[in-house]
């Protein structure tokens, strides 16, 4: 299909879908053309590594940069940002397996074990009183199956599960991560997500303390009676993943994917659609954190470090400042290369050679005023052991600039030895552990929408219905979505990155209760 009569191809119930969800049919065209002729994979350079791109502080630095935030933050609007769209179906994918494929009547659940090499589920049910959900799942079966005591345990574990996920009752499978029961009531007033993260945010915040969570339709009522359930003094906010951010699918003959009733199939874009909710605050300082990311213990470490990284940008943030307010009055050469060493050393900005040699001064502050009048970014990043994700690499655009960034493997030519090489290299992870600054030296909002790289985008391959369909997803809110950021790395305890990716996870001791 050439590019030309694509649009043609669209019928009237298509272009009211996409009127309805607000995409631009030129942004479909450039889709296309991405998923027929491949994205640009990021040129990698070296990988970052302690005192190359990633900062570390001894404890008495720690403890430093803790109480200039503690002193800094009151005169600041602070506020969390935690992404809490996803459903929690990743969580229990194996269960939902069991579910579909096990039979009580054939066979024995230790059978459908080494039929499957169904580890995770022998896990899950070695651990199963140790979930925190345990009580609350029995309750629930006691009352459905009148007979449920008399029932052989390879029964009871099937009803324990089908009660857990089916939609008819806890519906686990469908609902948001923010609203599983993660952590035991009985040991910890807070126990789901979003009782975690307000925690965290009151233990931030300076003055009054705000949340906002992005959540999926239809659930933002489910996250306002959790938090109005307990006593605080937060203000919650909440939005939705814009529509106009999704992608249109494509089948694996570059046409457009329909579903069995022939509706064009648009699919969300990825985390990196986020950059549109995050533009939305008003906040001085903002701190990124993920739904699932949460603990049942460590709170005073995470609350810690989340200070650590916020003295940080602070600090930084306010040398910037002083730098843009008095930027006017220089009109000495001897305090721009004062200036450009700073932004060398400190914010990892590549100075390219022209500017450093034979650039007159006019040049020089143009180029520093450009770098340096843009959001801010620090990143925790933790040790890496075996996490999938993001991590920081220094990489090489196409305009030949250095700049330090958190890259996906999806955004890599793994062909490519070399490239492959310096990916295997990587020490650190990204935990999506971050704090923003996204305000002007003059109190004016940054358009954070004007500092994504548009090249870093990737094609995802995926299914529906059964049939294979390919899409572009946008840069991720933490890639190519920040890419024209400052950036600062700045290594953390793993201690404070605990994920729950699949349900066993809530069985590591960070997810215990308290001894």
Avoid at 1 to 15: C, P
Avoid at 174 to 185: A, D, Q
Wanted: contains cysteine; hydrophobic residues 35%.
């Amino acid at each position: 299909m050439q590019i030309f009569n694509l649009k043609d191809s669209l019928s009237s119930s298509d272009l009211k879908l996409l009127n309805e969800q607000n995409i631009d049919i030129d942004k479909i065209v450039d889709q296309y053309n991405k998923c027929t002729k491949g994205t640009i994979p990021t040129n990698l350079v070296r990988v970052a590594t302690v005192n190359d791109g990633i900062k570390t502080l001894s404890d008495s630095e720690k403890n430093i940069t803790v109480s200039f935030y503690n002193n800094n933050v009151k005169d600041l609007d602070v506020e969390k940002f935690v992404p809490a769209s996803g459903a929690a179906s990743r969580m229990f994918k194996f269960l939902t397996d069991f579910v579909s494929k096990y039979n009580p009547e054939n066979e024995s659940i230790n059978s459908y074990i080494n039929k499957y090499e169904a580890h995770e589920l022998q896990t899950f049910i070695i651990g199963l009183d140790k979930f925190s959900f345990y009580n609350i799942v029995q309750q629930q079966c006691l009352k459905i199956f009148v007979n449920y005591n008399s029932l052989s345990s390879d029964h009871k574990i099937l009803c324990f599960v089908k009660v857990m996920l089916d939609e008819k009752y806890l519906n686990f499978t469908n609902k948001p991560k923010g609203l599983i029961t993660f952590h035991n009531p009985e040991s910890e007033v807070y126990h789901t997500p979003v009782h975690k993260h307000i925690e965290e945010a009151l233990g931030m915040s300076g003055n009054d303390p705000k949340i906002h969570f992005t959540v999926s339709d239809g659930f933002e009522k489910d996250f306002r009676d959790i938090i109005s359930e307990n006593e605080n003094n937060i203000t919650a906010t909440f939005s939705t993943q814009m529509t106009s951010t999704n992608s249109v699918a494509f089948d694996l003959d570059n046409k457009f994917f329909r579903d069995n009733e022939n509706q064009l199939l648009t699919r969300p874009g990825g985390h990196g659609a986020l950059i549109e909710n995050l533009n939305q605050l008003n906040s001085d300082i903002v701190f990124i954190r993920n739904i699932d990311n949460v603990a049942n213990r460590n709170l005073e470490l995470i609350i810690f470090n989340k200070k650590v990284i916020g003295g940080i940008l602070i600090k930084h943030q306010q040398i910037i400042f002083n730098i843009l307010n008095k930027f006017d009055s220089v009109q000495k050469t001897e305090n721009i290369i004062e200036i450009l060493n700073y932004m060398e050393k400190d914010l990892n900005i590549f100075i390219p050679h022209k500017i450093k040699t034979n650039s007159s001064l006019n040049e020089i502050k143009d180029f520093v005023y450009n770098k340096l009048d843009r959001p801010i970014r620090v990143c925790g990043m933790v040790k890496n052991e075996g996490e999938a994700g993001g991590g920081p690499f220094w990489i090489k655009n196409d305009k030949g600039e250095i700049s330090l960034q958190i890259i996906e493997s999806a955004q890599i030519d793994v062909t490519n030895l070399s490239q492959r090489l310096i990916l295997s290299q990587s020490t650190h992870f990204n935990p999506v552990d971050i704090v923003c600054g996204i305000k002007r030296h003059n109190g004016q909002k940054f358009d954070l929408t004007q500092y994504i790289d548009s090249n870093t985008g990737f094609i995802v391959h995926k299914t529906h219905e059964g049939r294979d369909l390919k899409a572009y997803e946008l840069p991720g809110l933490w890639n190519g979505a920040m890419a024209d950021w400052i950036s600062i790395f700045v290594e953390v305890p793993i201690e404070t990155f605990n994920p729950v990716k699949t349900v066993n996870d809530l069985l590591k001791e960070a997810h215990q209760p308290k001894k």
